[in-house]
């Protein structure tokens, strides 16, 4: 038997008229990392929202660590997140920019008061996990730079030592040399922490750094799913293919 | 870390207006402090010549009592602006409370309490205050606290449209996520960092008050006798302003000068929360002398560009030189900071505010671009397509007016001629339905069609020089592969020289015929042949270092691609939305 932590089945979210998951079914193990690719519109952030129920499903299951999200209700949901942690896309948004570094992670242990004195200890440990110093803790925001900012993004995800971690296009907005960095600091905290992980992004080739199994998205539905070597190795889907195909490192790009 | 350089914390823009009014205010907070202690007996003590007009020792009259209007003015100014300060306080404390209780309302409550507030707001200020005043009485207390609840709906608008918009932000959505309660939420997130147009709307607001108070003493609801401000010294002088006119210019030009002080200060706050609005314009001048040109110039020359941030003198770009041959693709690739985009720029001739470029040679073929060149060269010898084709369309107009004009005004083509070109054109870069686009709004097109659109019209004049800047980025990579092939034919059939601008190496080097890349403002390596180029064979570390850190994906046994039609046709197919 393996250790199934996510488990969704039969997801449909509609906003008004318009269908954005068709029907979506994912499931990812303990210590593995899912990841989900998609083109714009593919409705892969709105799955990502539809498991911290962010977004409400019109029907379908979405089990996160031994919670049915869709019918949870506030309270069952308020723990949840706690144990199920969202790392945001922009790091120029995701700190607030009044706040200490130290004061930002404080209040992800202790909503409520976030006391920095109290868990100065922890705090310390975590931003030096993610390659920053523990001094850097009485700092604001504006004085890190992009991909400083998304190692605290990160840390702040993980602080809690949170059962699953969903990243929405964590490393979009930030330059290949620092991206490279990041995705670095995700395998190497991927091997220290056994982290399970939902990786998002539109990037197929990021994707296949951090993942074990790969989820495509096309249009609302899932045109194809299963372990990461496989969906690399033998497409079977065109959709897959032509995204594949449309990677400027693939063999199959051209412009004719 | 190796990270790129922290972005600095955006400086202060201190400017004329702001400090103009931060003087006068602290001339009228002085004269307000000082006044009452050496004047309240000039101005308030009975006898001597009653009713003079501007005599010396008298300069702006006295009173029917006898007392000294210069004295009188200047001793109310005290009053005058703790009253003022007193009812904005009353509205910045009430009118946030307000606004910062309705964001935290239940959805129903909140939206009944916005339409209660917009409602507020749109009932004139004096209006209100006059009727709390009727219901309170006359007294200087009662104006404060009218003229406070009037301008309270203005702070609530204001804060609860910022905390609407704050709200939106990741930091608050994330803090949401685990679970900060909701006042912490307002207090912490939401309410700090609403500082700025708060500190602009508290100026303004003081500057209404003044006026207002003024008002309500000027018609007897303000102070009372014997006390005074501004406002009843402005009555009692036009009561006499056939007698002894000299009385009315105290009071007057004392809230004329605290007004506008208060709107100085208002104003150059705002322009200095946001310093793009007081910008230099960008300047290009030309620095040295070279010989001229060979005989067959290249479409570009560019030697010797630097570019400044004007203010602080810093190097953005620094001698930068390059040439493109007609039909060739140049690549320039670099991060964030790199100054490739400000190359491109300068290049367009399109150097932003606040900077300042020059170059030793700059040419268009035999055109000199560092002297004067007709607007209608630049723009039918240079075709320009940016990143994102949503804000560099005009939404409010159709494709065909948009597009047209250029080829209407620049070219002299007339209407219906335009029209053919811009057809052909949309039909080069495989738009479907060519003729129907230029009856349509930018907003009816997906993003790539824009970009598709955008190159069309860049190419429709048929420019020596086409300059794109990341002009895949913001599209899918599907799309980015369609968009990149149509550049590509476009320049081989057409001749079309390229400047390509791009963060990613694995797009230039799939694309371009030779590739400059920059680092901090500099070339740092200038490749040949971009397709051979490795991690291996790059001359500069950090060449290679941005290819090694361009993730590729890694593909061993590959499966056919699909026979017959694009991607697009079968997508068509398959999934029917």
Redesign the interface.
């Known amino acids: 038997m393996s250790d199934t932590i996510v488990n969704v089945t039969g997801l449909n979210v509609s906003f008004g008229p318009v269908h954005v998951l068709k029907d979506v079914s994912a499931r990812l193990d303990r210590s593995e990392t899912l990841g989900v690719v998609g083109e714009s519109g593919s409705g892969k952030s709105t799955l990502a929202k539809a498991m911290v129920g962010l977004v409400k499903a019109s029907s379908g299951e979405v089990w996160v660590d031994g919670l049915e999200v869709v019918e949870a209700s506030r309270r069952e949901l308020a723990h949840y997140h706690r144990r199920v942690q969202m790392i945001p896309q922009d790091p120029f948004s995701s700190l607030s920019p009044r706040q200490t570094i130290g004061q930002t992670l404080a209040e992800a242990i202790d909503p409520g008061r976030a006391r920095v004195g109290r868990h100065q200890d922890r705090i310390a440990e975590w931003l030096e996990r993610v390659g920053l110093e523990p001094g850097m803790m009485h700092r604001y925001p504006h004085e890190f730079s992009g991909g400083q900012r998304q190692r605290i993004a990160i840390a702040r995800g993980l602080i809690l030592e949170p059962s699953v971690v969903i990243a929405d296009e964590i490393t979009s907005a930030l330059d290949v040399s620092v991206q490279a960095q990041i995705l670095e600091l995700l395998a190497e905290l991927r091997q220290s922490l056994g982290l399970t992980m939902v990786f998002i992004s539109h990037n197929l080739a990021v994707v296949q750094r951090v993942s074990d199994q790969v989820l495509v998205l096309y249009r609302g539905q899932v045109v194809e799913a299963g372990p990461a070597e496989r969906i690399y190795q033998a497409p079977q889907h065109w959709y897959t293919r032509a995204l594949l195909d449309a990677d400027p490192g693939s063999p199959g790009f051209t412009l004719d | 870390?190796?990270?790129?350089?922290?972005?600095t914390?955006?400086r202060f823009a201190w400017n004329g207006t702001l400090i103009c009014g931060l003087v006068m205010g602290a001339i009228i907070l002085l004269t307000g402090l000082i006044a009452p202690f050496f004047l309240t007996e000039p101005a308030t003590a009975l006898g001597g010549g009653s009713s003079l007009g501007s005599v010396p020792g008298h300069p702006l009259g006295t009173d029917s009592l006898g007392r000294d209007m210069l004295a009188r003015t200047l001793v109310a100014t005290r009053l005058t602006v703790v009253m003022a300060l007193g009812a904005t306080a009353i509205a910045g404390a009430a009118g946030i409370a307000l606004g910062i209780a309705v964001w935290l309302a239940p959805r129903k409550v909140r939206e009944l309490g916005l339409r209660g507030i917009e409602f507020a707001v749109s009932y004139p200020t004096l209006l209100v205050a006059i009727m709390v005043a009727a219901i309170l009485g006359k007294g200087t207390v009662t104006v404060v606290i009218a003229i406070g609840v009037a301008n309270t709906a203005g702070f609530a608008r204001l804060t609860a449209n910022l905390a609407a918009g704050l709200s939106q932000?990741?930091?608050?959505?994330?803090?949401r996520?685990?679970?900060?309660?909701r006042v912490?939420l307002a207090t912490?997130?939401i309410l700090?960092?609403m500082a700025e147009p708060m500190l602009i709307l508290v100026a303004q607001a003081f500057a209404g008050a003044l006026v207002e108070i003024s008002g309500l003493s000027f018609v007897g609801l303000g102070s009372q006798s014997p006390s005074f401000d501004y406002g009843t010294l402005l009555r009692d002088a036009l009561g006499k302003l056939m007698i002894n006119p000299v009385l009315v210019v105290g009071p007057a030009m004392a809230l004329v000068f605290a007004s506008l002080a208060a709107l100085f200060i208002g104003d150059g706050l705002a322009a200095a929360a946001n310093p793009r609005s007081i910008g230099k314009r960008g300047r290009l001048r030309r620095v040295g002398q070279v010989p001229d040109a060979a005989s067959e110039p290249p479409v570009l020359t560019a030697t010797g560009v630097t570019v400044r941030h004007a203010a602080t003198g810093r190097v953005l770009v620094e001698d930068v030189s390059f040439e493109i041959a007609r039909g060739e693709i140049l690549g320039i690739v670099g991060?964030?900071g790199s100054g490739k985009s400000l190359t491109a720029a300068v290049v367009s001739r399109l150097v932003p505010e606040g900077i300042e470029a020059e170059a030793t040679r700059l040419a268009l073929g035999r055109t000199d671009l560092l002297g004067r060149v007709s607007q209608r060269e630049l723009a039918t010898r240079i075709g320009l397509v940016y990143q994102d084709p949503g804000t560099s369309l005009n939404p409010a107009l159709t494709l065909g007016s948009q597009f047209g004009d250029v080829l209407t005004h620049h070219r002299g083509l007339s209407r219906k001629q335009a029209r053919q070109v811009l057809v052909d054109g949309f039909a080069a870069v495989l738009l479907p339905d060519p003729a129907g686009r230029l009856r349509q709004h930018p907003h009816e097109l997906s993003?790539g069609m824009k970009q598709r659109a955008m190159i069309a019209s860049a190419m429709s004049t048929q420019p020596d020089l086409l300059i794109a800047d990341e002009p895949t980025t913001a599209l899918?990579?599907?799309?980015?592969?369609e968009v990149?092939?149509i550049i590509?034919r476009l320049n081989r059939q057409a001749g079309t020289a390229v400047l390509f601008i791009s963060?990613?190496?694995?797009?230039v080097?799939?694309?371009c015929d030779r590739v400059l890349v920059m680092r901090e403002g500099r070339v740092v390596e200038r490749i040949a042949d971009p397709a051979a180029m490795t991690p291996d064979n790059v001359t500069h570390p950090y060449t290679a270092?941005?290819l090694?850190?361009?993730?590729?994906?890694?593909?061993?046994?590959?499966?056919a691609?699909?026979a017959g039609g694009t991607?697009a046709a079968?997508?068509a197919a398959?999934?029917a939305?």
Do not use: F
């Open positions: 870390m190796a990270d790129a350089t922290p972005d914390k955006r932000r990741d930091y608050v959505t994330t803090a996520l685990i679970g900060v309660p912490r912490r997130h700090p960092n991060e964030s993003g899918d990579v599907t799309v980015q592969r990149l092939a590509k963060h990613d190496i694995g797009v080097r799939r694309l270092q941005l090694a850190a361009t993730p590729t994906v890694a593909i061993g046994g590959r499966a691609a699909p991607a079968q997508a398959e999934v939305p």
